[in-house]
Structure formats: structure tokens, C-alpha cells
């Protein structure tokens, strides 16, 4: 027998009623580590390994295949990353999607908006088509999966009985990079290279519940885009270094930040929970631990003699409640299930100020190989809340600066400065957003790369005269600017 409930940290706390009290197991933690040397694990990372599914072979997305699922719960329990990324999408998005022709004029570049009813006409009708959204809720969730990772998985709907005349692609769907992966029927065997052409199949499942309830769909094929009645596509902002998938560029620099400014609420709190009770800190003696191992290795080997003799088997009573069973094979477990017991009965006895009083504790000591004595010590913690509390805090503030910075969105636009005051320079807002805004050309070209190549097939007359589907985002003009009665204080929003 291996496997215990029961599992013994060099260090640890345990609570009885309202206190809580700290142990270590010897005077350091050295000693602790001789000790217990099996509870030491190396958490060193393996180069990713693909995903075998039936006949396919997944890339996995992060060394687990789970990244786009964690970042997404990461991101999600942190106080500013969800709204941050929020005003990216509403900036990228702007008022809507558009259509619009590029002209230029010596150095001048500007996107002329424009009219096409039968473009207009075939965007309107996707939810009459069947597709899952209409095309303004694509966008959204298609700007969403590009800012929390980089890369957009699509469904491409082909009209069904096609007909000269209609349009061939009856509308697009987004899929979520959280269920989709990238998948090859190609053998990998002794491969550790390999490139995005080689993929050509999406699987889509719950990948935090892996089993058999995926779907299967081959690559969008570019080349020949009527060849399948639906395909899924996958368009990306490339990242440096990855071949297959993007990745979210600014997380995984600040991943460990996030990580910290997430548990920081849980320290604090848990801090107030149990500092004040947390007031005693038991130093357990080597020389204890020892000899109760051999006690309990002892009573095994009885117990092992007593079973064949169809005897009852020796038990450890704690208390008319709390009995042990030690069974006929010694294991780590053992030593931790009694420790811990005894470090609860002396818990309850030290918290019990009223119904203790005149009670004894029997304490231990021993001698070790040296000749010296051993034993079980309670020590006093000082309780440092402030110094505890603003060493968090001031991590917290900086935390706060790391992300802000790594969105790349300005403290003035952002609304959060480094004491979380919103700036009130309405020239610093105008000037950082306007440098924004021209940030945003390679996302609205990952975002809307697929809707334009779909105008492409349904009408390439139109999209040779250059009409694409893009954002419209108006430039705010400075207030001195503008009328005094167009200024938005007179505004109705």
C-alpha cells in the first residue's frame, strides 16, 4: 500500500476551533528534506509531445494542450485584464464593420466608405442561411479570440444546391479557440520539426474533457475553397519562434505577474482570516518523527503476526473518537497520519483557553544519537500585519504598472495610473489614442482576413474594384477643436 489521504509538508499549518497553528518537521528545513525526500518532485517542463487522437495527431496548444483554457481562467480572475481587453475590442470595433475602398493620393492614405447593396444584402442573411450568428456577432467573437490569442478559427459554410448566380459561400461561423486544434493524419514518428501546411484537419471537442465527443473537419483549402461543404480556416497574427499557433504576445512575458496579482486578494485575506490566530509556531524534533516510524513499523510487523493468527489488529487510540488503524504493512502515509493527529490533540488543547484550564499536555523529549536532548517546542510568531499588508500592496501597484504597460494601452486612455487615479490630461488621451488607432491595422487585417476572402469568392468583381469589409473608428477631434456648441459637454451620448 502506496497511497495515503495523509500527506506530511516539511512545513504546514493546521486549525482547531478559531487559532491556527504552524509546525515544521526538525530544526530546518535540511533536515525535513532528509526526512522526507519523496515528497520532493522536479516540476521542470518536457518539450511538447502531439495529441494522438484515433488516426489523428493533435499539435498541442502550450505543453499540456490546455494554454488558450488557462489563460483564459487567468485572464478572467484578474481585476484588469478582462476590461482592458474589453476597450481593445471596443476600439477595434469602433462603430461596426463597413465596406470601404483604400484610395490613395501621394503621401495621403485613406479608406474611402462605400455602398454594395448585394454584399450588404448577403451579410444580413446569414442567420436566414443557418449559420450560428449573424455577421456582426462574428466579429465580435472573432476580435475577442484575437486579442486573448492571436488566432481566429473559421467555419466555412458552402451554400447548399449551388446555383449559377448565387453565392457560393452561404456565410462563415466562428469557432473557439478553446475547443479547436490543429490536427495531421501524416506519420510523426522521431519528429520534433514540423510546419503549419502539414495540419489539415481542425478537431473540435472539449479538450478539458478529453473523450470521444470531437468533431473532425478538414483545413480550408484556399487553393480549391469549393472542394468541401464545410472547412474550417485559421488565420493568425504569426509569433515569433511558433510555426503552428499564435500566442497571445504580451501574456506569456507577464504570465507570473498575473499569477501574482490574482493571488494577492486570496493572501491578504487569508492573512486577516488567520494572522491574529496564528500565534503559536510547534517545532517537531527529528528524533519524535524517528522513533514513531519505528513504533509504527514495529506494530506493523506485529499486526502482519496477529493476522495470521486470526488475532485482532494493535490500533492507536487517540481519543474514544479518533482511532488509527495501522494495518500489517509500514508506508509514508502512516507516519504523516499520526503526526498530524498529534499535532491536532495538541492544537485543541492549546486553543481551549476556558475548558483547558488545569489540564495537562503530556509533552515529549528524546535523545538523540548524540546524547542530546530533543523536544517538541512552541514558539511565539510576531504578528507583522502592516509590514505583511504593504509588501503585498506595493507588489500590487506593480503588478498593476506590468500589465497596463504589456497591453500597450496608455494610463491616459486605459484609465488606470500608477496609484489607480484616472489621468485627467485630455491632451495626453487624445494624442495616445490617435497613436492607437493607427496600432490597429494588422489586427483589423487578422480579423477580417477571412470575411474579405469569402467577398472575394462570392464577388470578385467588387473585390477587384477593391471594396473590403473592415472597421469604422472615428478620430476624436480635440475639444479646442470644435464648436463650442458641438463640444461633448453640450453632447447627448
Known amino acids: 500500500?502506496?497511497?495515503?489521504?495523509?500527506?506530511?509538508?516539511?512545513?504546514?499549518?493546521?486549525?482547531?476551533?478559531?487559532?491556527?497553528?504552524?509546525?515544521?518537521?526538525?530544526?530546518?528545513?535540511?533536515?525535513?528534506?532528509?526526512?522526507f525526500s519523496d515528497s520532493i518532485q522536479s516540476t521542470g517542463r518536457s518539450n511538447a509531445q502531439l495529441v494522438k487522437v484515433d488516426k489523428y495527431k493533435v499539435y498541442p496548444a502550450g505543453v499540456n494542450n490546455l494554454e488558450p483554457n488557462e489563460q483564459k481562467e487567468m485572464i478572467a480572475s484578474n481585476r484588469l485584464l478582462p476590461e482592458l481587453i474589453e476597450k481593445q475590442i471596443r476600439m477595434l470595433y469602433g462603430t461596426g464593420p463597413v465596406l470601404y475602398i483604400t484610395r490613395r493620393k501621394g503621401k495621403d492614405v485613406w479608406k474611402e466608405f462605400v455602398?454594395?447593396?448585394?454584399?450588404?444584402d448577403w451579410l444580413d442573411s446569414w442567420l436566414e442561411n443557418g449559420m450560428a450568428d449573424d455577421y456582426k456577432t462574428y466579429f465580435n467573437k472573432a476580435i475577442r479570440s484575437f486579442y486573448y490569442d492571436e488566432g481566429i478559427f473559421t467555419k466555412w459554410r458552402l451554400a447548399s444546391g449551388f446555383k449559377i448566380g448565387l453565392n457560393r459561400i452561404a456565410g462563415l461561423e466562428h469557432v473557439s479557440n478553446l475547443r479547436a486544434r490543429l490536427a495531421t493524419t501524416a506519420e510523426t514518428m522521431n519528429r520534433t520539426d514540423f510546419e503549419e501546411y502539414e495540419f489539415r484537419y481542425?478537431?473540435?471537442?472539449?479538450?478539458?474533457?478529453?473523450?470521444?465527443?470531437?468533431?473532425?473537419?478538414?483545413?480550408?483549402?484556399?487553393?480549391?475553397?469549393?472542394?468541401?461543404?464545410?472547412?474550417?480556416?485559421?488565420?493568425?497574427?504569426?509569433?515569433?519562434?511558433?510555426?503552428?499557433?499564435?500566442?497571445?504576445?504580451?501574456?506569456?512575458?507577464?504570465?507570473?505577474?498575473?499569477?501574482?496579482?490574482?493571488?494577492?486578494?486570496?493572501?491578504?485575506?487569508?492573512?486577516?482570516?488567520?494572522?491574529?490566530?496564528?500565534?503559536?509556531?510547534?517545532?517537531?524534533?527529528?528524533?519524535?518523527?524517528?522513533?514513531?516510524?519505528?513504533?509504527?513499523?514495529?506494530?506493523c510487523s506485529t499486526n502482519s503476526e496477529r493476522k495470521s493468527d486470526n488475532q485482532d489488529l494493535l490500533v492507536i487510540k487517540f481519543s474514544d473518537t479518533d482511532i488509527m488503524e495501522v494495518g500489517t504493512e509500514y508506508h509514508e502515509g502512516l507516519i504523516a497520519e499520526y503526526t498530524t493527529k498529534e499535532l491536532r490533540k495538541l492544537?485543541?488543547?492549546?486553543?481551549?483557553?476556558?475548558?483547558?484550564?488545569?489540564?495537562?499536555?503530556?509533552?515529549?523529549?528524546?535523545?538523540?544519537?548524540?546524547?542530546?536532548?530533543?523536544?517538541?517546542?512552541?514558539?511565539?510568531?510576531?504578528?507583522?500585519?502592516?509590514?505583511?499588508?504593504?509588501?503585498?500592496?506595493?507588489?500590487?501597484?506593480?503588478?498593476?504598472?506590468v500589465i497596463t504597460s504589456a497591453k500597450g494601452i496608455d494610463s491616459s486612455i486605459s484609465n488606470i495610473s500608477k496609484d489607480g487615479v484616472i489621468s485627467k490630461s485630455g491632451a495626453d488621451a487624445h494624442y495616445n489614442y490617435m497613436i492607437y488607432l493607427n496600432g490597429l491595422t494588422i489586427p483589423e487585417d487578422v480579423v477580417c482576413r477571412d470575411?474579405?476572402?469569402?467577398?472575394?469568392?462570392?464577388?470578385?468583381?467588387?473585390y477587384k474594384s477593391g471594396i473590403r469589409l473592415g472597421f469604422y473608428r472615428s478620430a476624436v477631434e480635440k475639444q479646442q477643436d470644435v464648436s463650442k456648441e458641438n463640444r461633448l459637454t453640450n453632447s447627448q451620448v
Request: aromatic letters at 14%; a neutral charge; zero cysteines.
Open 1 to 35: 500500500m502506496k497511497n495515503s489521504k495523509y500527506e506530511l509538508n516539511s512545513l504546514g499549518y493546521i486549525k482547531a476551533g478559531p487559532d491556527t497553528f504552524t509546525y515544521q518537521i526538525g530544526e530546518t528545513l535540511q533536515e525535513a528534506r532528509e526526512l
Open 115 to 120: 455602398d454594395h447593396p448585394e454584399i450588404q
Open 202 to 299: 481542425v478537431i473540435v471537442g472539449n479538450w478539458m474533457q478529453p473523450g470521444k465527443e470531437y468533431k473532425v473537419y478538414n483545413r480550408f483549402d484556399y487553393t480549391n475553397p469549393y472542394a468541401k461543404s464545410t472547412a474550417i480556416s485559421y488565420s493568425k497574427n504569426p509569433s515569433h519562434g511558433e510555426e503552428i499557433y499564435a500566442y497571445n504576445v504580451f501574456f506569456r512575458g507577464i504570465r507570473a505577474w498575473v499569477i501574482g496579482s490574482n493571488r494577492t486578494p486570496e493572501y491578504i485575506n487569508s492573512f486577516l482570516e488567520n494572522a491574529i490566530s496564528a500565534r503559536l509556531h510547534i517545532v517537531i524534533p527529528n528524533a519524535w518523527v524517528q522513533s514513531k516510524v519505528e513504533m509504527l513499523k514495529d506494530m
Open 347 to 401: 492544537a485543541n488543547y492549546l486553543s481551549g483557553a476556558g475548558k483547558n484550564q488545569g489540564k495537562l499536555y503530556a509533552s515529549y523529549s528524546f535523545t538523540n544519537s548524540e546524547g542530546q536532548e530533543e523536544r517538541w517546542k512552541i514558539e511565539e510568531i510576531p504578528n507583522k500585519s502592516k509590514e505583511y499588508i504593504e509588501a503585498h500592496t506595493t507588489y500590487d501597484k506593480r503588478a498593476d504598472e
Open 451 to 462: 470575411i474579405n476572402y469569402a467577398i472575394k469568392l462570392n464577388f470578385p468583381d467588387a
